[in-house]
């Protein structure tokens, strides 16, 4: 059954805590007339964005007024792209884009191309849930950091801030969603040659991000095998909703399109 359109997500960004920064029609943008179906898990991704890219929007600042003057500036240089706010690529790719030190970016309530042609990774995350062949894109949330695996690897602020997303998105469905690589989804040899690799220049590697994720914050275990407390952690990581408020994400988050 397709889903409406995941309109709830501002408020559930807010729950990290963090600047949520919305992309001007984010309400009502989707690459999918029908929007989501049912969501199982998020997709997240580096941007692979150019060394170049970067550099060209170092100290400018992020310009949110309109759609035609979008500029996420040195904080998100790939947003303007990731937006399709030139309407060259058909849709939007992720819908949430974080930036490098300050904020995160909501692009889109709707499903955006961002996952593309793949299977569900059973090696890794076990049976699958019932998410065919080549449709990530309808069954899950892309969530990228606007980084590389060269000159620009992910900050220590995306990092902690991808972990109180995931975090935040688990409280609002009150159970765990799937945390999928776009590598995974995609990965080297896949077919129709669309090998990917990312998200990159995680330290520890993908296993080590659901480990942060599990334990609620970016920041290494305690010797006792809990969460260090500080800088990183996110405060509400231990409230784990039960499994029944999926109704409450189901009612609040998707709305339908008018």
Excluded: C
Excluded at 37 to 52: M, Q, W, Y
Excluded at 77 to 87: E, I, S
């Amino acid at each position: 059954m397709a889903v409406p359109m995941l309109t709830g997500l501002e408020r559930a960004l807010a729950a990290t805590g963090l600047p949520v920064r919305t992309v001007p029609g984010w309400r009502t943008r989707s690459g999918f007339s029908a929007g989501y179906r049912e969501i199982v898990g998020t997709v997240l991704h580096t941007t692979e964005s150019d060394d170049e890219e970067f550099a060209s929007r170092a100290g400018r600042p992020a310009d949110l007024g309109s759609l035609a003057a979008l500029d996420g500036g040195e904080d998100a240089p790939t947003l303007r792209h990731a937006a399709d706010a030139d309407g060259t690529r058909g849709a939007h790719t992720y819908a949430v884009l974080i930036g490098r030190r300050e904020a995160l970016y909501l692009i889109a309530a709707g499903p955006g191309w961002q996952a593309g042609h793949g299977a569900w990774p059973r090696r890794t995350l076990g049976r699958n849930p019932g998410v065919p062949d080549d449709m990530a894109n309808l069954h899950t949330i892309g969530v990228a950091l606007d980084a590389n695996e060269h000159g620009h690897p992910p900050t220590q602020f995306q990092l902690d801030a991808l972990v109180r997303v995931l975090v935040a998105l688990d409280e609002e469905w009150g159970e765990r969603l799937a945390v999928i690589m776009h590598g995974e989804w995609q990965p080297p040899g896949a077919r129709h040659g669309e090998g990917r690799t990312d998200p990159t220049g995680i330290p520890g590697g993908w296993e080590a991000l659901r480990a942060a994720r599990d334990r609620g914050a970016w920041t290494p275990a305690s010797p006792d095998g809990g969460p260090q407390t500080g800088a990183g952690q996110n405060p509400s990581s231990s409230r784990m909703r039960s499994k029944s408020s999926s109704m409450t994400w189901s009612r609040s988050l998707f709305s339908r399109r008018r």
